[in-house]
């Protein structure tokens, strides 16, 4: 039955259709037609009952098509009943003219009541309000949103469990199962069988590589010869079949060097006697320099213990020699010559073997990786994508299948398809299975088969096709294009309109008109032919184009290029070109990266829309990693010298020299990274970042990292890619215990470990950018201008290690011995077809191609696309050139483009390399808008510093107004003296402590403040207790504290004296493994109410031994936050411990008591006991303070000497203290 072309006012809607939708002619506006109709029941063959936002089933590939479709959707309704409104008042018909509604009022191009007479305006005007109320809970989905809400709403008749979870990615479960099998299969073979494994298979990630696309849960079907390998097991085949095959062949190099030794002089001879007389040989292609060339690498071989056979051995073969002889001449013979001829072909049969024997092993991966993960999926709640598919159609196809199939035709009697062309078969046997020539529904399928462009996504153009068959009576077309300029659209007509142009009879290719007037495109005073060729090379054509662009944007800056629409309403109306306008289509990233590079030269910035690169691989990423590490170890030279010999902070080298050698530089470097430090644990790592970002430079150093960025030409590339990675790395934060972890998960990152998709790089702005995109991405978008450099140079080649092709049942099967190879060939050009017609019909106003001057050469097999339409086919459908095809691309332009359709020129030798110089506005003066609301300042994050601040602050200004205001304190708990001395170290009773070391080299002689404090408080978060301390260690803590080498022993003693002090009945921080503790685990304590700070002090009076006087603290809310520097579990106790590195006159236990008090360290450890009693509480199913809590030590580390008498303060708090806690805090 012929196509018919599609009135949306009268297109059947009960019954199964199918909308063959070209580009460009308006899919998404006929859809939303076509929704109206149903929600108003209008028009003719009308569906029996108007239909409700949720009972209408819209289903899309992608989440931005459903966002866009529901937006389109809305529009229309809400535009409907501004319509109706005024039509139920004034029964004027023209309320709807010239609008997206005019369909309801049109026939055969005259305005018509006959529609509307049937329709109650009021009853219209409240439907349409309804829907445009309800269109929130419109049934606008992805395919695969579709399937899951399906599954999760009817999991009984589906037969699968209710906590389905959603997985968008399985790499790491895959890759798991793919070593699996690598591992069990490949470990313990022969050398032989090992080394063909690894040459061809590489490794388990490259064969998850090849197979990926068809894990699916049913393995594919094949076509081989030897169909009883792939019934086998792996180990049968591994050891039966690959290991024989690579056995026969092996010994062939031995074979062929002995008998090339044996018959050399006697070949050499005959050669020289040629050679001495007139030569029956061709002097291009065996004189006698050929045979001393030839002869010595042959001869270098054989020496060797090379086992691969140099190409040069076959030239000396009886029929190459009778082919390389002069007209009239005869090759002299030798049984050498026949002998090679007959290894050469045993080779090749032998490699033929050892092809097919990779693609078995391909299957015997792919089928067992199949069933292992349909095993555990069925274990397990974890669901993919693909898996919503299947279950859902096996649930259709099951028992209770008919069941399902009608309450979904229930819930929606109505469903429309859109991008059909992109389905598979799994796909359409659902919908089939629930819609089609069911009389109770409708179902719409709107697709365009010559836009079908991704296969390689699983989409199957066979599928498409056989729909389309089911469809026949309910074809419908549409006939107008309102994307493109006229002459364009009758150019891309006068390319495809010829029979098979996409190779298929089924897929056919029907003229469109233009549907709208368009404006022209306008160049150096001239109107432009809708299509311009460039005739060159392919190493040109990135040039050219580049150069092509810079003209037109210098002729924009004169008010010389742009568009024009000259019809009367728009008054001549000329828009100026600009970058945005103009977009490149390239196959792949390679040749975006070509086209960005020749525009960068030319000063044109472009942005690539198609990349899909992950974030963690630019170099932004490995030189954050440097600063972070410098930001956790701030006094560490050789951490502060890497981040800052980044790109980011773009020092030079002089500069960098100038700062290693000048201690005051560097010491103002290590106070700002401290600084940053300090940030990050107080306020997060993205704000930290910012402020680096944006710091302008302090102390004279000059590091104005956002100023210097955006003075380089990829600048919005790197800031957005820094943008990005500092906004993943706060989304970790919340995942990781401390800033080290973070760290490590961002390097991990960096080496590829346990990616996810929201890592792919983001787009930087696409605001006065050219624009660079694949032509699979660029499918449904449209530009003003497209060029495409190098879709006439590619010669076409089926590639595929897994090569596919369709049986007469349009089955897919895996044609293992390339039987199908004609087949599989013509699939693949009818691909490349679709894909140049989708390249084609982007544009709006004019595509720019460069193209050979002729096609093929003198190649044998050669096929291109754009060669393919322009000798309308006469180039056939498989690799090889058939015919007598015209080559020239002059002559094929001419034969069938119309003049006035296209220009044609020849791509100079030179290209031009000149610079595009943008014309500058004048500066416009901006300011910041002034803030004018409220912020509570009541709410905060504090710390125990911070309260023992405020405490002492309000102690000393009792009575008057607080100097110290809350929400401006945020620093951390101090574990060292603020100030470097605090007595002097001659003092007998501290030093009698350490009487085995000189003075000079006692812990007590090392400076205190700030940089001693941390450094040692890193050396024990990095520090494994249960290993030896490493020279290492040491010697980058004498770098960080800047002491010499002779430092080393002395500090190595000292630690292991704190390794081994007894902290309680006898354990030792030695005794610790990584597994059993926590290092520096952040916690916050959420006030979620005022603090009660009456009721806080009556409780320490209560059940506080230490307790002195009442603490003064003015209201706070919000987080209370901080750090324990240990965690450990201790037979079945948890214990927590803080270092402090403070210098005292003796370490007795008394005496670090009274420092305690006065530092108010017992208010520290009883909010970190509140914080372990709560953290206890979630993770222990029968957690009890007096069982669980062992207690808290405070490790004073000068003063331990591993006897366990000093350095060492031991408590456990009070339970009720800590319960009366947790609830004044409602932690």
Not at 216 to 227: D, I
Request: charged residues 25%; hydrophobic residues 40%; negative net charge.
């Amino acid at each position: 039955m012929p196509v018919q072309h599609l009135n949306p006012i009268s297109t059947p809607l009960q019954t199964t259709t199918l909308i063959e939708a070209s580009a460009g002619t308006g899919k998404t506006f006929t859809m939303a037609s076509l929704y109206l109709r149903l929600l108003l029941q209008a028009g003719d063959n009308a569906f029996s009952v108007p239909l409700t936002v949720e009972q209408i089933l819209v289903v899309t590939f992608t989440e931005a098509s459903t966002e866009e479709l529901k937006e389109r959707i809305r529009a229309r309704i809400h535009l409907a009943k501004a319509q109706f409104a005024a039509y139920r008042e004034t029964q004027d018909l023209t309320v709807f003219l010239n609008t997206d509604n005019e369909f309801l009022v049109k026939e055969n191009g005259q305005l018509t009541d006959r529609f509307l007479a049937k329709l109650d305006p009021n009853e219209a005007f409240r439907r349409l309000g309804f829907a445009e109320q309800n269109m929130d809970l419109a049934a606008v989905y992805t395919i695969h949103g579709f399937c899951r809400r399906m599954l999760m709403q009817y999991a009984v008749n589906s037969g699968i469990h209710f906590n389905l979870e959603l997985v968008t990615d399985e790499t790491d479960l895959l890759n798991r199962l793919a070593n699996d099998f690598w591992r069990e299969q490949f470990y313990g073979q022969s050398f032989v069988v090992t080394e063909f494994i690894h040459r061809k298979l590489e490794s388990p990630q490259q064969v998850l590589k090849k197979i990926r696309a068809y894990l699916k849960g049913e393995t594919l079907k094949v076509s081989v010869n030897r169909p009883h390998l792939l019934t086998m097991s792996t180990a049968e085949f591994l050891q039966q079949e690959l290991a024989v095959h690579l056995a026969g062949s092996d010994n062939i190099p031995d074979e062929l060097k002995s008998a090339w030794t044996d018959n050399f002089a006697e070949i050499s001879a005959l050669f020289e006697a040629n050679y001495a007389g007139a030569s029956v040989f061709n002097g291009n292609k065996f004189k006698r320099d050929y045979f001393i060339a030839r002869t010595a690498k042959i001869q270098a071989w054989a020496d060797s213990e090379r086992r691969d056979i140099p190409d040069e051995l076959w030239y000396f073969t009886q029929d190459y020699l009778n082919g390389a002889v002069l007209k009239g001449k005869t090759a002299f013979s030798h049984p050498f010559f026949d002998y090679l001829a007959e290894q050469k072909a045993r080779i090749e049969a032998a490699q033929t073997q050892l092809d097919l024997d990779e693609k078995i092993l391909l299957f015997h991966y792919l089928r067992t990786l199949n069933e292992r993960l349909s095993a555990y999926k069925r274990h397990h709640p974890e669901k993919s994508f693909d898996d919503l598919l299947r279950l859902l159609k096996n649930a259709l196809q099951s028992e209770r299948g008919e069941q399902l199939a009608t309450f979904i035709r229930h819930q929606y009697p109505f469903a429309m398809v859109d991008e059909f062309q992109d389905t598979d078969e799994q796909q359409y046997q659902i919908f089939s299975a629930i819609y089609v020539n069911r009389p109770d529904c409708g179902f719409m399928m709107i697709g365009d088969p010559k836009q079908a462009i991704y296969q390689f996504r699983g989409a199957d153009i066979f599928t498409y096709l056989k729909a389309a068959k089911d469809a026949e009576q309910e074809r419908f077309t549409l006939s107008k294009n309102y994307r493109s300029d006229g002459s364009l659209i009758r150019a891309v007509n006068g390319l495809f309109d010829f029979p098979a142009a996409f190779m298929y009879d089924d897929i056919r290719f029907e003229p469109v008109a233009a549907g709208k007037d368009q404006a022209h495109f306008v160049w150096r005073g001239a109107q432009q032919a809708p299509m311009a060729f460039y005739l060159g090379s392919r190493e040109q054509a990135a040039e050219y184009c580049a150069d092509n662009i810079r003209q037109w944007l210098t002729s924009a800056d004169e008010n010389q290029a742009g568009f024009v629409m000259d019809t009367a309403q728009d008054n001549g109306r000329n828009l100026r070109l600009r970058p945005e306008n103009i977009a490149v289509l390239v196959r792949k990233g390679s040749d975006a990266e070509k086209i960005k590079s020749a525009l960068q030269r030319r000063g044109i910035a472009s942005v690539y829309l198609s990349d899909r690169t992950n974030v963690f691989d630019c170099a932004e990423a490995r030189e954050l990693a440097f600063i972070l590490a410098a930001c956790l170890n701030p006094f560490s030279e050789r951490h502060i010298m890497n981040a800052l010999a980044t790109g980011i902070f773009a020092f030079s080298m002089a500069q960098l020299q100038q700062i290693k050698r000048q201690a005051e530089l560097l010491d103002g470097w290590m106070t700002r990274f401290e600084d940053y430090q300090r940030i990050w644990r107080r306020q997060g790592v993205l704000p930290m970042l910012h402020r680096i970002f944006l710091d302008k430079g302090k102390r004279g150093e000059q590091a104005d990292i956002v100023g210097q960025i955006a003075a380089q030409a990829n600048a919005e590339r790197r800031l957005t890619d820094l943008l990005h990675l500092a906004e993943l790395l706060q989304e970790a934060a919340v995942l990781h215990e401390s800033e080290s972890a973070l760290l490590s998960w961002f390097e991990r990152q960096i080496q590829g470990k346990d990616r996810q998709a929201e890592q792919q790089v983001r787009l930087e702005s696409e605001r006065n950018l050219v624009k660079i995109v694949t032509i699979h991405k660029s499918k449904g978008l449209e530009y003003d201008l497209v060029w495409l450099p190098f879709l006439g140079f590619d010669d076409v080649k089926n590639r595929d290690e897994i090569s596919i092709f369709h049986d007469k049942d349009a089955e897919a099967l895996w044609d293992m011995n390339a039987r199908h190879q004609d087949i599989s060939a013509k699939e693949k050009l009818a691909e490349e077809m679709r894909l140049l017609y989708v390249a084609l019909t982007r544009a709006k106003y004019q595509v720019a191609m460069a193209l050979p001057a002729e096609f093929g050469g003198k190649k044998e097999s050669y096929w291109n696309p754009v060669w393919y339409a322009l000798s309308r086919g006469e180039i056939g459908d498989g690799m090889k050139i058939t015919g007598k095809a015209e080559k020239q691309t002059a002559v094929l332009l001419s034969a069938h483009l119309e003049a006035e359709n296209y220009t044609l020129e020849t791509i100079p030798e030179t290209v031009s390399g000149d610079k595009w110089l943008p014309q500058t506005n004048a500066e416009v003066s901006l300011s910041a808008a002034t803030f004018t609301g409220k912020i509570e300042q009541n709410w905060g994050v504090t710390s125990f510093t911070a309260l023992s601040r405020m405490h002492e602050q309000n102690r000393r200004f009792h009575g008057e107004e607080s100097a110290v205001e809350f929400t401006a304190i945020f620093d951390d708990a101090l574990d060292y003296d603020e100030q470097q001395d605090v007595f002097s170290p001659t003092d007998e009773e501290a030093n009698a402590l350490w009487r085995n070391l000189p003075a000079e080299y006692s812990p007590l002689a090392l400076k205190g403040g700030a940089k001693f404090g941390v450094i040692l408080h890193r050396f024990f978060e990095k520090h494994d207790f249960s290993q030896p301390i490493e020279d290492a260690e040491l010697l980058a803590l004498c770098q960080g504290l800047q002491l010499d080498e002779t430092w080393i022993q002395p500090l190595k003693m000292w630690l292991e004296a704190v390794l081994t002090t007894p902290l309680s009945a006898g354990f030792k921080l030695t005794d610790i493994r990584p597994q059993h503790c926590l290092k520096e685990m952040q916690f916050y304590l959420n006030l979620d109410r005022t603090f009660d700070v009456k009721a806080f002090n009556l409780l320490l009076r209560q059940y506080h031994p230490l307790y002195q006087q009442p603490y003064l603290l003015d209201d706070i809310r919000g987080m209370l936050r901080g750090f324990i520097d240990l965690v450990y579990r201790h037979d079945g106790k948890y214990y927590l411990l803080d270092y402090k590195t403070n210098l005292l006159p003796a370490y007795s236990e008394e005496r670090i008591r009274t420092d305690i008090q006065q530092h108010y360290y017992d208010l520290q450890y009883l909010l970190y006991s509140l914080a372990l009693h709560c953290f206890l509480q979630r993770r222990l199913p029968a957690y009890d303070y007096e069982t669980h809590f062992g207690g808290v030590i405070y490790a004073y580390v000068r003063g331990m000497d591993g006897s366990g008498k000093t350095g060492v303060f031991t408590t456990r708090p009070a339970a009720r203290l800590i319960r009366g806690l947790e609830e004044l805090l409602h932690a």
